[in-house]
Each structure stands twice: as C-alpha cells, then as structure tokens.
C-alpha cells in the first residue's frame, strides 16, 4: 500500500472504529477474505473465519442494544474504553512498513479520531434518549452502522477522496459534540437552578419592555409642540403647577429663575416677553 492509501485506511478505520468497531472489522476482514482489497500483512488476520465470527457476532449484539434506549448508553460507556485502543491498534497494524515512530503517531491520530467520532455517537445518544419515541434512536442506529460500513470501503476504494471526507467528518463531529454537551449539560440541571435563569430572563424582558415603552412615550411627547401662556390676570410669582405643565421648565417673570415641576428630563425655552405674559415651548 503507498502512503496515501495507508493514510486512508488509518483516518477511515479509525472514524468508523468509533461508531461501530465491530461492523469496521467484519467489513474489512469480508473485503480481504473475497479478494476486493489487500490488507497490509498485519491486518490479513483480520480475514480468518474465527476473527470474522467473533466480529460478526458482536456486531449483532450491539445492533441489538443500540435499539434499546439507555441500554445503549451503558453499551457506549463501556466502549469508551473498547473502540479508541482498537483503533490504534488498526493503524499501528496498517503501517507496519514505516518507522516505529510513524506508526506510534497513526496510532495515536487513529485513536483520537475514533474517541471524536464516539463521543458524538455517545452524545447524540443520550440527547436521542430524552426523546419520549424510540423512532429517533433506531434512525441515529442504522445511520451510524451505514456510515461506518460505508466509509470502511470508501477509504480502501478512494483513497485521496477518503481523506478529504473524513477530515470533512471529522469537523462536524467537532461542531456537534460542542452542541449536544451543551444540550445535556443544561438538561442535566436541577429544576431550581433552571427556574433561577429562568426568572432572571423574564426580569430581564419585562425591564426591556418598560424601558422600551417608557422611550417610546418620550418620543412620542417630544415630537409635540405645547404652548403655555401667562396672563397679566395672574400674579407674576405664579408658576405653573397644574398637570398641563408637568414636564416643563418654566421661568417666572418676576426672578427670571427657570423651575421644573417633575425633573423630567425634558427641555424648553420660556421667554418673557413683557411685564403681563410668559410664553413656553416645549
């Protein structure tokens, strides 16, 4: 195998390793055992009756218990320790014609990637599982066992392609397990705690909302043009105090000092025009 082959076969091994080990196996050991590819000699092993056997025998197992809500969650913790060492264990056999060192790194980049695609499957589970139907667990099944046959053979047939697409797989596995920690992280909060952010927001939103009205009604006040007059019938120390004016700063002729009734924020100018009448604008 050249290298780029052998790179495929590491990354695509080991994404598939971490959504079903057991169908990654059986589909490389069948591939081997009828002739469509040729395994490095580490791996051919993998094509022996007895390894197949095995391989396809868990495999039912597991399509059996990822059926089961909660049952497949147990099944997922228990692999958490299965599926990454078996994946570097299959690319430390895949490059057993380079250094020890480079094979020692496909290991660990083979191991890494299958504990990615794991913890999305595992995560995407327990998210599945709050889910009162058993319809959206049976779906995320037999798309994860789809995917990781598929991709087993897409990494042996195209290579270069290969690469691209689990690099491409890898990514999303990253945005989703970022998403879905964060959905059961907050599921997984008592109902006090909850009901605290919860009271917070809407004491947030019904301030929001005041504020908001509160500026509306100022706009809506400024955008008026208010006239007031002082008439010579009235003492000149009079200030307006009526509910007309609120709001208002006002001078009084007399003193010519400038009042406001509500300390509002509001403006205007008041100007005496004469000994007998005071005009205002708002």
């Known amino acids: 195998m050249n290298p780029i082959q052998t790179l495929s076969l590491v990354l695509g091994a080991g994404f598939s390793s971490g959504l079903n080990l057991y169908a990654t196996v059986a589909t490389l050991g069948l591939l081997q055992r009828f002739g469509v590819i040729h395994l490095p000699a ?15 025998a868990l495999y039912v197992v597991e399509f059996l218990a990822d059926k089961i809500p909660y049952v497949d969650s147990i099944w997922q913790a228990v692999h958490t320790f299965i599926r990454p060492p078996a994946a570097a264990l299959l690319a430390f056999g895949a490059t057993a014609a380079a250094p020890e060192a480079w094979r020692w790194a496909a290991a660990l980049l083979a191991g890494s990637i299958a504990l990615t695609s794991h913890g999305t499957k595992a995560s995407a589970r327990a998210a599945a599982n709050m889910s009162p139907e058993p319809l959206s667990n ?14 087993t053979w897409f990494a042996t047939a195209h290579p270069t392609i290969a690469v691209v697409v689990v690099i491409i797989l890898v990514a999303i596995s990253l945005y989703l397990l970022y998403h879905l920690f964060s959905c059961c992280k907050n599921s997984l909060q008592p109902d006090s705690t909850r009901a605290k952010v919860l009271a917070t927001r809407v004491i947030v939103s019904r301030a929001e909302f005041a504020r908001r009205r509160i500026s509306t009604e100022m706009r809506r006040l400024t955008a008026r043009r208010i006239y007031f007059t002082y008439v010579a019938s009235q003492s000149k120390n009079v200030l307006y105090q009526n509910w007309l004016f609120c709001g208002f700063s006002t001078q009084c002729p007399s003193s010519g000092n400038t009042t406001n009734f509500d300390g509002t924020p509001c403006r205007c100018s008041a100007l005496k025009n004469s000994s007998d ?3 205002g604008t708002r």
């Open 138 to 151: 049976w779906a995320l099944s037999f798309g994860e066992d789809m995917l990781a046959v598929w991709l």
């Open 277 to 279: 009448c005071v005009y």
């Open 42 to 56: 580490h791996l051919q092993v993998l094509s022996h009756p007895i390894v197949l056997g095995i391989a396809v």
